[in-house]
T-cell receptor, first 112, second 114 residues
Framework: QQQVKQSPQSLIVQKGGISIINCAYE??????FPWYQQFPGKGPALLIA?????SEKKEGRFTISFNKSAKQFSLHIMDSQPGDSATYFC???????????FGSGTRLLVRP | NAGVMQNPRHLVRRRGQEARLRCSPM?????VYWYRQLPEEGLKFMVY????????ESGMPKERFSAEFPKEGPSILRIQQVVRGDSAAYFC????????????FGPGTRLTVT
């Protein structure tokens, strides 16, 4: 119940296309869902986050879609660029706990 | 540099030696978290500390691992008698306070045990 399942494991998208990464969870006590971007040899960088009281949040080319009833959330990267090539992690946190539970990651490659 | 700082960035230890990893949180942040990342895997929570207090160490191995966040100075993650399975990237994150959900990560320390 503490798991966050992330898919796909890897993704190849053409420049200008839309990248979509999905995550699913079981524990309804999760109330904060961030996405992190990690480049090789670097630490994860907070990209965008959502709380379950909204169904969508958009920041620039990045959008989180949240489906509370299905217990799923996804990251959409519009107009994907080669510079977006990185590993993306979804995560979840319960209000009663401070730790983030991470998905297994998606390695995104955007071809020029 | 106003971000989370970690040092060393790379650390090589022989089996049986001790590893000490340091983390300085972002300015104004008083909460520190340590995570471990094995190759090709996601991050796994280890421990959550506030100044002079361990709040949650549910992810820490029961033996050889310890963490502290003293009143003055950086947070330290200490691994005694390292084994090859300890080889991983160790990341520190910090947040502003209890009500702050946002955790900001440092660049990590990559530990290699030979």
């Amino acid at each position: 119940q503490q798991q966050v399942k992330q898919s796909p494991q890897s993704l190849i998208v053409q420049k200008g296309g839309i990248s979509i990464i999905n995550c699913a969870y079981e524990n309804t006590a999760f109330d904060y869902f961030p996405w992190y971007q990690q480049f090789p040899g670097k630490g994860p960088a907070l990209l965008i986050a959502i709380r379950p009281d909204v169904s969508e949040k958009k920041e620039g080319r990045f959008t989180i879609s949240f489906n509370k009833s299905a217990k799923q959330f996804s990251l959409h990267i519009m107009d994907s660029q080669p510079g977006d090539s990185a590993t993306y992690f979804c995560a979840a946190r319960m209000d009663s706990s401070y730790k983030l539970i991470f998905g297994s990651g998606t390695r995104l490659l955007v071809r020029p | 540099n106003a971000g989370v700082m970690q040092n060393p960035r790379h650390l090589v230890r022989r089996r049986g030696q001790e590893a000490r990893l340091r983390c300085s949180p972002m300015k104004g942040h008083s909460h520190v978290y340590w995570y471990r990342q094995l190759p090709e895997e996601g991050l796994k929570f280890m421990v959550y500390l506030q100044k002079e207090n361990i709040i949650d160490e549910s992810g820490m191995p029961k033996e050889r691992f310890s963490a502290e966040f003293p009143k003055e100075g950086p947070s330290i993650l200490r691994i005694q008698q390292v084994v090859r399975g300890d080889s991983a990237a160790y990341f520190c994150a910090s947040s502003f306070g209890d009500s702050s959900y946002e955790q900001y990560f440092g660049p990590g320390t990559r530990l290699t045990v030979t």
